[in-house]
């Protein structure tokens, strides 16, 4: 008969029970209580339950949670308050694990209610056995919420709320059980495949991070990895935080802090991650009550990354807000304050940065709501729009040029916005009207500023150009833009006239003039006046140069975007130009010339060359010229422009070389760096200048006192931070970031031009402007590959902020190589030959004569319909007639050419499989394609398709032996030599990362000791053999060529040392290399330094070995027995890890020969010291690299120890080379006490670390042997010199003695002064 449940006396009994202090008979009471509770209701149950782990005896537990089991097998509804009762029993391990097993069987089909107390029992009572059991069942727990996704703010339902208590439960769980947090991290962190993760293995790692700063650190590297390696996606997260609201409110901080950790990760994958998840807390915020905070939250975190100062955490910060923008713009306007503050910190961001903080102000500025006037959203848009209207005016009112440029970016912004093509779909037809009249009205008033502020204008032009080349801006603003650029690009253009007078400049003086570089003939109509316009009284019509560039670039642009071609505007490409007659630069007129008409004639070939480079960038951009009607003439055009920018550039170099101080420019056309940067960096550079000349007159009082009236402040604008081309490389240092500040970047598709080689009649034409090409390409790549390793936190604003073009990735200048590739082996092969001749005629008639008397070409492409005439190039000049000399530009082509090579295949991202279509392009254009090209004058099309991986290792090896067939050995050059070997070397090393098989291995291997041969060659090569370098186009006339004194090692360094690491590291046996060497060569070097040509004298039988160079030598040996101790030391930590599988005497054998050879290497390279007492550079490198080596040997000790732990009677060979050690680290000691002797200051700054791995590598081999169960003998070393003398202190002797002297006659002044004072 049950009991009634309105009866409140069982309730009453059961209180009563809890009060007594004592039971008689708990077994009695214990049963009665088991028995009656099935018949009694639920609270009653619940109450006996509660009361139970009260009177249980220890005896009677096992058959009280039996009873409790069977009990809920019937009662399921018991479960929960039964388990918490078990929990609260003290019984055996069996007991609770039968418990476990049982709620383990019963957990899929528990009522979701009781899932978080059931998950919370689990994880609490989880052992070794069924610890994965646990974790996989959690795993795969269902979720609780709804799949259809809530509107943010809605109400949280019960589901919700059951998820949220379920977070809490395993929160709980996994702070009581350290093994399910273990088994929970291993088993996520084994995972690789994005299908295999769920949402709750993001739940449990968050509920990880509040475990301690350990598990924190471990939780957010993983899941960096994660997303680093693509194990996981973002749908991942979408999985985990949509339509669960209830987890999303109880992990909050977790999901907000692991947002952040993301997008602080400086890799593009965390980034990405770290972005959609802040996006999703912003949007999917909930309950109604939370809402609001939680997003501000967000933003919080967010102005966080945007103060960070680290370019990569700024941009995606903003990139979150634009998403935010674009759809949650009603959202984002609730919390206008913060989208305020941005406007108030615009000093330290990039050009991109800005872009996106105006993009994401005018978004919100524009965007129109459904809301009345009155309401909050709409006061905060009003009131945000007249704070950024109130700024772009300060802005463009500025004086400065990076204020100017703040404000250009934000017009443009705004204008983009008012007049888009795809707007509000809320807004009406009549504010769409008005919207694009305002923008029109807003670009008209920036128009206006090329009157008083013409660079300002050029940066306009520059920001509109960008803008209608990524397509946003609308129709109706690209024709208004279309019209009022080309009327500004024609006001600067006047009638095509042969006869040119003079034109006067200030005074009295004159420049003649004459027509320059007519490719038009004589039907052409136009010129372009730079002479007349400098020469003008009208000082706006002079400063309207400044912005000459950038109008072009901008009308060409609009041209394409408006008709397709850029036909409408071919006649600029062949125009002729009005510059000074080239009389006035030959060297003894340009010494003759006042200050003003040098400055006239520096700025004229200074527009003249930033006119050719924007013409080029043009068409190389908008056309394809193999596509187009008239492609050849197109493409013949395009190279003799080349041809006429090389003698450009050679001419100005030429002109500013002669002159006794840096010209004052008087037009820096272009709108990237500020004029007061550049003037520093010209005082600098002046200031260094006038140390080095002596007698040289001061260049401040060359400068013309009248300068004020022909350069503004506006106008004083340079293009951006370029490097100056190689050739360039002869000019005095205070003069270099002049030229480098004022050239305009070439775009990397100019380099499709290098296609046009062999379709030109005659190749030679071609080559000056190949080489030409080539010499941009290596400066551009350089720049990019810098970048690219630079460190996330190094990227600043002042770093990244540079002209429109200049900053391109390594892949976007490879994507505009890859269509030329089947042309570069042709090129390269030709010019090897060429060069090959030349040294021949070199031999027989002398350097001076080569490349002279060679008849200078215009370039003529097959099929065009007009053969061109020799006046389209620049005559009259020896300069200009060297820039195109075909023998000289040879060894350009191959100079630049092979370091593009190197650098390119020496780049990370190259191996990278995502990367690897490049790769492919690459052993196609230079593998087995290039050696049967070589004779025919068609290039082979170079196929994107993939290889497989053995194609792809025989190509590599291919290309080596195309690279190998260009070296000249003795013959050539010598840094050209270094660079192929280079690049084979970097093929090799592409060649190891892709899986092969034993026969491409004996290949590759094969392909190494080639490389390893040719460069202990090319160091055993007599100095006499190596030729003369060819001299750069741009070189001075008359200035000395450039030759390496001391037979050709004297000052290469560099070079010694690159080869000798390629001898070394390539070699099979490096080891063996260097003993032989060390023993050999280095030990015949003069122990006693020497100077004048005793210095030089080489040792046999290697010219670049002698005592000057010893110390190279040595360095580079040093850094490869780094390297090779550093391989080992992997070796040996990955066996004790465990990494390579189970462990073999024959690895652990390998592993002690490896040590052997290692050791006796060490030795003899610290025994060389004792042979150069006085050569401290020696002593301080092997300090240096010394204690790094021995801290590799260091990480090995752990295993060495824990082998012979296990097998002691095999110690003897550990011992005989850790003996060799041993003798090296004595030398070190020794050098250490010598260097503080003797104060060196460069030892002695090394001796405290050096001193402390020492003492750290003797504790670790004593502990070694005391595995083994060695006796070792310690003792205190005495103390000598590297001569073997003992030396009885450290301190010198007559150093003691002169302190006791100083002390004594301390102590007797000390005496006199107390007599006197006691008389």
Same mark, same amino acid.
């Given at each position: 008969m049950e009991v009634d449940s309105t009866d409140a006396l069982p309730q009453l009994v059961l209180g009563s029970l809890r009060w007594l202090d004592e039971v008689v008979r708990p077994h009695e009471l214990t049963e009665t209580l088991l028995e009656v509770m099935p018949k009694c209701y639920r609270p009653v149950q619940q109450g006996i339950l509660e009361l139970l782990p009260e009177l249980v005896v220890e005896q009677d537990c096992e058959a009280v949670i039996a009873a409790l089991v069977r009990m809920t097998e019937k009662h399921s509804a018991l479960l929960v308050p039964a388990l918490e009762a078990i929990s609260n029993l003290s019984s055996q391990e069996a007991g609770q694990a039968q418990v476990t097993e049982l709620v383990l069987q019963r957990f899929q089909a528990a009522e979701t209610a009781d899932v978080p107390a059931l998950l919370r029992f689990l994880l609490q009572?989880?052992?070794?056995?069924?610890?994965?059991?646990?974790? =996989?069942?959690?795993?795969?727990?269902?979720?609780?919420?709804?799949? %259809?996704?809530? /509107?943010?703010?809605?109400?949280?339902?019960?589901? =919700?709320?059951?998820? =949220?208590?379920?977070?809490? /439960?395993?929160?709980?769980?996994?702070?009581?059980?350290?093994?399910?947090?273990?088994?929970?991290?291993?088993?996520?962190?084994?995972?690789?495949?994005?299908?295999?993760?769920?949402?709750?293995?993001?739940? #449990?790692?968050?509920?990880?991070?509040?475990?301690?700063? %350990?598990?924190?650190?471990?939780?957010? %590297?993983?899941?960096r990895k994660k997303f680093t390696e693509g194990h996981v996606d973002n749908t991942w997260l979408d999985k985990a935080v949509i339509s669960h609201q209830g987890a999303v409110q109880g992990l909050f901080p977790g999901l907000l802090g692991l947002a952040g950790q993301l997008v602080q990760a400086g890799q593009a994958g965390p980034q990405a991650a770290g972005t959609h998840l802040y996006t999703l807390l912003f949007t999917c915020c909930s309950p109604a009550d939370t809402a609001a905070q939680h997003r501000q939250e967000v933003l919080a975190g967010l102005h966080g990354h945007l103060g960070s100062g680290q370019a990569g955490e700024v941009s995606t910060a903003l990139h979150v807000l634009l998403a935010l923008t674009h759809s949650h713009a009603a959202l984002l306007l609730d919390h206008a304050d913060f989208v305020s503050a941005l406007l108030d910190c615009l000093d330290n961001l990039t050009q991109a940065q800005l872009h996106q903080v105006f993009e994401v102000v005018s978004e919100l500025v524009v965007f129109s709501s459904s809301d009345s006037s009155e309401s909050q959203a709409e006061q905060n848009r009003q009131r945000l729009g007249k704070q950024l209207e109130g700024l772009l005016h300060k802005q463009m009112q500025s004086e400065e040029v990076q204020s100017q440029r703040v404000g250009i970016i934000g017009t443009i912004k705004l204008v983009e916005r008012l007049a888009h093509p795809s707007p509000t779909p809320t807004a009406h037809p009549a504010a769409l009207d008005q919207r694009s009249k305002e923008a029109e009205q807003l670009l008209a008033r920036s128009f206006d500023a090329k009157q008083h502020k013409p660079a300002m204008f050029a940066l306009l032009c520059d920001e509109l150009t960008d803008a209608v080349t990524s397509g946003r801006l609308a129709e109706p603003i690209r024709a208004w833009l279309s019209l009022a650029a080309t009327e500004e690009l024609e006001m600067f253009l006047d009638d095509c006239s042969h006869d040119l007078p003079a034109v006067q400049c200030k005074g009295s003086e004159s420049v003649a003039g004459g027509s320059w570089m007519n490719m038009n003939g004589i039907a052409g109509q136009v010129m372009l006046p730079l002479l007349k316009i400098l020469a003008s009284p009208d000082q706006l019509h002079r400063q309207s140069l400044a912005y000459l560039c950038a109008v072009t670039r901008l009308a060409l642009t609009l041209e394409f975007h408006t008709l397709g071609n850029l036909d409408g505007l071919s006649a600029i490409l062949g125009c002729p130009l009005h510059m000074p007659h080239i009389d006035l630069m030959q060297s003894e007129a340009v010494l003759g010339l006042s200050t003003e008409q040098q400055s006239l004639v520096c700025t004229s070939l200074l527009l003249a060359i930033n006119w050719l480079r924007e013409l080029l960038n043009a068409w190389a951009r908008h056309v394809q010229p193999t596509e187009c009607i008239g492609g050849a003439e197109v493409q013949q055009n395009l190279l003799v422009r080349l041809q006429n920018l090389s003698q450009l550039e050679a001419l100005l170099a030429h002109v500013i070389a002669l002159l006794p101080s840096s010209p004052c420019l008087q037009v820096l056309a272009g709108p990237h760096t500020p004029a007061q940067a550049q003037t520093k960096n010209q005082k600098k550079g002046r200031a260094k200048e006038a140390k080095k000349s002596k007698g040289a007159p001061s260049e401040e009082s060359s400068e013309p006192a009248e300068d004020q009236e022909n350069v503004g402040d506006n106008a004083a604008v340079s293009v951006g931070p370029h490097r100056a081309p190689a050739g360039h490389s002869h000019l005095p240092l205070s003069r270099l970031p002049e030229v480098q500040g004022q050239l305009r970047p070439l775009d990397a598709r100019v380099l499709r031009l290098l296609g046009q080689v062999q379709a030109t009649a005659l190749p030679q034409a071609a080559l000056a402007p190949a080489a030409f090409l080539l010499e941009q390409l290596q400066v551009q790549l350089v720049e990019a590959l810098t970048r690219a390793r630079r460190p996330a936190f190094l990227n600043s604003a002042a770093s990244q902020d540079a002209s429109t073009g200049a900053h391109q990735t390594p892949q976007q200048i490879w994507g505009g190589l890859q269509s030329t590739l089947p042309a570069l082996p042709t090129l390269l092969t030709m010019c090897n030959a060429r060069q090959s001749s030349a040294a021949h005629?070199?031999?027989?008639?002398?350097?001076?004569?080569?490349?002279? *008397?060679?008849?200078?070409?215009?370039?003529?492409?097959? !099929?065009?319909?007009?053969?061109?005439?020799?006046? #389209?190039?620049?005559?009259?000049?020896?300069i200009v007639r060297a820039a195109l000399a075909s023998t000289p530009a040879a060894a350009r082509v191959m100079q630049h050419g092979l370091h593009c090579i190197q650098q390119l295949t020496a780049a990370e991202w190259l191996k990278q499989p995502e990367h690897r279509v490049l790769l492919y392009a690459f052993l196609r254009a230079f593998g087995k394609d290039a050696t049967s090209s070589q004779d025919s004058h068609q290039s082979p099309p170079v196929s994107a398709c993939a290889m497989k991986s053995h194609e792809a290792i025989q190509g590599c090896l291919q290309a080596c032996h195309y690279f190998r067939a260009l070296s000249k050995r003795a013959l050539g050059p010598l840094d050209q030599e270094v660079s192929l070997l280079h690049i084979q070397a970097n093929l090799i090393s592409i060649a190891e990362t892709i899986p092969g098989t034993s026969s491409t291995r004996e290949d590759l291997c094969q392909a190494k000791?080639?490389?390893?041969?040719?460069?202990?060659?090319?160091?055993?090569?007599?100095?006499?053999?190596?030729?003369?370098?060819?001299?750069?186009?741009?070189?001075?006339?008359?200035?000395?060529?450039?030759?390496?004194?001391? *037979?050709?090692? %004297? *000052?290469?360094?560099?070079?010694?040392?690159?080869?000798?690491?390629?001898?070394?590291?390539?070699?099979?046996?490096?080891?063996?290399?260097?003993?032989?060497?060390?023993?050999?060569?280095?030990?015949?070097?003069?122990?006693?330094?020497?100077? !004048?040509?005793?210095?030089?004298?080489?040792?046999?039988?290697?010219?670049?070995?002698?005592?000057?160079?010893?110390?190279?030598?040595?360095?580079?040996?040093?850094?490869?027995?780094?390297?090779?101790?550093?391989?080992? /030391?992997?070796?040996?930590?990955?066996?004790?890890? *465990?990494?390579?599988?189970?462990?073999?005497?024959? /690895?652990?054998?390998?592993?002690? =020969?490896?040590?052997?050879?290692c050791g006796k290497v060490f030795s003899s390279l610290l025994l060389l010291n004792k042979a150069h007492l006085k050569r401290m550079q020696m002593h301080a490198q092997a300090l240096r690299f010394g204690s790094k080596v021995i801290q590799h040997c260091l990480r090995t000790l752990p295993f060495w120890e824990a082998w012979y732990s296990a097998h002691p009677n095999q110690v003897e060979p550990f011992s005989k080379a850790i003996k060799d050690v041993q003798s090296g680290t004595r030398i070190l000691y020794v050098i250490c006490a010598e260097g503080k002797a003797n104060k060196n200051i460069t030892i002695a700054n090394l001796v405290v670390g050096s001193k402390h791995v020492l003492e750290e590598f003797r504790v670790g081999v004593t502990a070694v042997m005391l595995a083994a169960k060695q006796h070792i003998l310690q003792g205190n070393l005495k103390h000598k010199d590297l001569t073997g003398q003992e030396v009885s202190s450290q301190v010198p002797f007559t150093q003691i003695l002169s302190d006791d002297d100083e002390d004594d006659n301390e102590q007797q002044g000390r005496r006199q002064e107390a007599g006197s004072d006691t008389e």
């Amino acid at each position: 008969m049950e009991v009634d449940s309105t009866d409140a006396l069982p309730q009453l009994v059961l209180g009563s029970l809890r009060w007594l202090d004592e039971v008689v008979r708990p077994h009695e009471l214990t049963e009665t209580l088991l028995e009656v509770m099935p018949k009694c209701y639920r609270p009653v149950q619940q109450g006996i339950l509660e009361l139970l782990p009260e009177l249980v005896v220890e005896q009677d537990c096992e058959a009280v949670i039996a009873a409790l089991v069977r009990m809920t097998e019937k009662h399921s509804a018991l479960l929960v308050p039964a388990l918490e009762a078990i929990s609260n029993l003290s019984s055996q391990e069996a007991g609770q694990a039968q418990v476990t097993e049982l709620v383990l069987q019963r957990f899929q089909a528990a009522e979701t209610a009781d899932v978080p107390a059931l998950l919370r029992f689990l994880l609490q009572h989880v052992d070794s056995q069924n610890a994965s059991q646990v974790v =996989e069942l959690l795993r795969s727990m269902p979720s609780f919420a709804l799949s %259809k996704q809530q /509107a943010p703010g809605q109400e949280q339902t019960e589901e =919700e709320d059951v998820e =949220e208590a379920a977070i809490e /439960a395993m929160r709980t769980g996994l702070q009581c059980s350290h093994l399910a947090a273990d088994t929970v991290f291993s088993q996520i962190r084994s995972l690789t495949d994005p299908e295999q993760h769920v949402s709750i293995d993001l739940w #449990l790692l968050l509920l990880l991070v509040g475990l301690g700063a %350990k598990r924190s650190e471990a939780v957010h %590297k993983l899941l960096r990895k994660k997303f680093t390696e693509g194990h996981v996606d973002n749908t991942w997260l979408d999985k985990a935080v949509i339509s669960h609201q209830g987890a999303v409110q109880g992990l909050f901080p977790g999901l907000l802090g692991l947002a952040g950790q993301l997008v602080q990760a400086g890799q593009a994958g965390p980034q990405a991650a770290g972005t959609h998840l802040y996006t999703l807390l912003f949007t999917c915020c909930s309950p109604a009550d939370t809402a609001a905070q939680h997003r501000q939250e967000v933003l919080a975190g967010l102005h966080g990354h945007l103060g960070s100062g680290q370019a990569g955490e700024v941009s995606t910060a903003l990139h979150v807000l634009l998403a935010l923008t674009h759809s949650h713009a009603a959202l984002l306007l609730d919390h206008a304050d913060f989208v305020s503050a941005l406007l108030d910190c615009l000093d330290n961001l990039t050009q991109a940065q800005l872009h996106q903080v105006f993009e994401v102000v005018s978004e919100l500025v524009v965007f129109s709501s459904s809301d009345s006037s009155e309401s909050q959203a709409e006061q905060n848009r009003q009131r945000l729009g007249k704070q950024l209207e109130g700024l772009l005016h300060k802005q463009m009112q500025s004086e400065e040029v990076q204020s100017q440029r703040v404000g250009i970016i934000g017009t443009i912004k705004l204008v983009e916005r008012l007049a888009h093509p795809s707007p509000t779909p809320t807004a009406h037809p009549a504010a769409l009207d008005q919207r694009s009249k305002e923008a029109e009205q807003l670009l008209a008033r920036s128009f206006d500023a090329k009157q008083h502020k013409p660079a300002m204008f050029a940066l306009l032009c520059d920001e509109l150009t960008d803008a209608v080349t990524s397509g946003r801006l609308a129709e109706p603003i690209r024709a208004w833009l279309s019209l009022a650029a080309t009327e500004e690009l024609e006001m600067f253009l006047d009638d095509c006239s042969h006869d040119l007078p003079a034109v006067q400049c200030k005074g009295s003086e004159s420049v003649a003039g004459g027509s320059w570089m007519n490719m038009n003939g004589i039907a052409g109509q136009v010129m372009l006046p730079l002479l007349k316009i400098l020469a003008s009284p009208d000082q706006l019509h002079r400063q309207s140069l400044a912005y000459l560039c950038a109008v072009t670039r901008l009308a060409l642009t609009l041209e394409f975007h408006t008709l397709g071609n850029l036909d409408g505007l071919s006649a600029i490409l062949g125009c002729p130009l009005h510059m000074p007659h080239i009389d006035l630069m030959q060297s003894e007129a340009v010494l003759g010339l006042s200050t003003e008409q040098q400055s006239l004639v520096c700025t004229s070939l200074l527009l003249a060359i930033n006119w050719l480079r924007e013409l080029l960038n043009a068409w190389a951009r908008h056309v394809q010229p193999t596509e187009c009607i008239g492609g050849a003439e197109v493409q013949q055009n395009l190279l003799v422009r080349l041809q006429n920018l090389s003698q450009l550039e050679a001419l100005l170099a030429h002109v500013i070389a002669l002159l006794p101080s840096s010209p004052c420019l008087q037009v820096l056309a272009g709108p990237h760096t500020p004029a007061q940067a550049q003037t520093k960096n010209q005082k600098k550079g002046r200031a260094k200048e006038a140390k080095k000349s002596k007698g040289a007159p001061s260049e401040e009082s060359s400068e013309p006192a009248e300068d004020q009236e022909n350069v503004g402040d506006n106008a004083a604008v340079s293009v951006g931070p370029h490097r100056a081309p190689a050739g360039h490389s002869h000019l005095p240092l205070s003069r270099l970031p002049e030229v480098q500040g004022q050239l305009r970047p070439l775009d990397a598709r100019v380099l499709r031009l290098l296609g046009q080689v062999q379709a030109t009649a005659l190749p030679q034409a071609a080559l000056a402007p190949a080489a030409f090409l080539l010499e941009q390409l290596q400066v551009q790549l350089v720049e990019a590959l810098t970048r690219a390793r630079r460190p996330a936190f190094l990227n600043s604003a002042a770093s990244q902020d540079a002209s429109t073009g200049a900053h391109q990735t390594p892949q976007q200048i490879w994507g505009g190589l890859q269509s030329t590739l089947p042309a570069l082996p042709t090129l390269l092969t030709m010019c090897n030959a060429r060069q090959s001749s030349a040294a021949h005629t070199e031999g027989q008639e002398g350097v001076s004569q080569v490349g002279k *008397g060679e008849e200078v070409v215009v370039a003529c492409v097959e !099929g065009a319909s007009q053969d061109p005439t020799p006046d #389209l190039l620049i005559t009259g000049h020896p300069i200009v007639r060297a820039a195109l000399a075909s023998t000289p530009a040879a060894a350009r082509v191959m100079q630049h050419g092979l370091h593009c090579i190197q650098q390119l295949t020496a780049a990370e991202w190259l191996k990278q499989p995502e990367h690897r279509v490049l790769l492919y392009a690459f052993l196609r254009a230079f593998g087995k394609d290039a050696t049967s090209s070589q004779d025919s004058h068609q290039s082979p099309p170079v196929s994107a398709c993939a290889m497989k991986s053995h194609e792809a290792i025989q190509g590599c090896l291919q290309a080596c032996h195309y690279f190998r067939a260009l070296s000249k050995r003795a013959l050539g050059p010598l840094d050209q030599e270094v660079s192929l070997l280079h690049i084979q070397a970097n093929l090799i090393s592409i060649a190891e990362t892709i899986p092969g098989t034993s026969s491409t291995r004996e290949d590759l291997c094969q392909a190494k000791e080639a490389i390893s041969r040719a460069a202990e060659e090319a160091l055993q090569q007599g100095s006499e053999s190596q030729p003369q370098e060819s001299s750069s186009p741009l070189q001075v006339q008359g200035a000395d060529p450039p030759t390496r004194s001391g *037979g050709g090692w %004297k *000052g290469q360094q560099g070079v010694i040392g690159d080869l000798v690491h390629l001898w070394v590291a390539w070699s099979s046996q490096p080891c063996q290399t260097m003993l032989r060497l060390l023993q050999g060569a280095l030990a015949q070097v003069p122990s006693q330094p020497v100077t !004048g040509k005793k210095a030089h004298e080489p040792v046999a039988p290697y010219p670049g070995l002698s005592g000057s160079s010893v110390h190279i030598w040595y360095k580079a040996l040093s850094q490869e027995l780094l390297l090779q101790w550093a391989t080992h /030391a992997a070796g040996v930590v990955a066996m004790h890890k *465990g990494r390579q599988g189970p462990l073999q005497e024959e /690895a652990v054998d390998s592993a002690l =020969e490896q040590l052997r050879q290692c050791g006796k290497v060490f030795s003899s390279l610290l025994l060389l010291n004792k042979a150069h007492l006085k050569r401290m550079q020696m002593h301080a490198q092997a300090l240096r690299f010394g204690s790094k080596v021995i801290q590799h040997c260091l990480r090995t000790l752990p295993f060495w120890e824990a082998w012979y732990s296990a097998h002691p009677n095999q110690v003897e060979p550990f011992s005989k080379a850790i003996k060799d050690v041993q003798s090296g680290t004595r030398i070190l000691y020794v050098i250490c006490a010598e260097g503080k002797a003797n104060k060196n200051i460069t030892i002695a700054n090394l001796v405290v670390g050096s001193k402390h791995v020492l003492e750290e590598f003797r504790v670790g081999v004593t502990a070694v042997m005391l595995a083994a169960k060695q006796h070792i003998l310690q003792g205190n070393l005495k103390h000598k010199d590297l001569t073997g003398q003992e030396v009885s202190s450290q301190v010198p002797f007559t150093q003691i003695l002169s302190d006791d002297d100083e002390d004594d006659n301390e102590q007797q002044g000390r005496r006199q002064e107390a007599g006197s004072d006691t008389e």
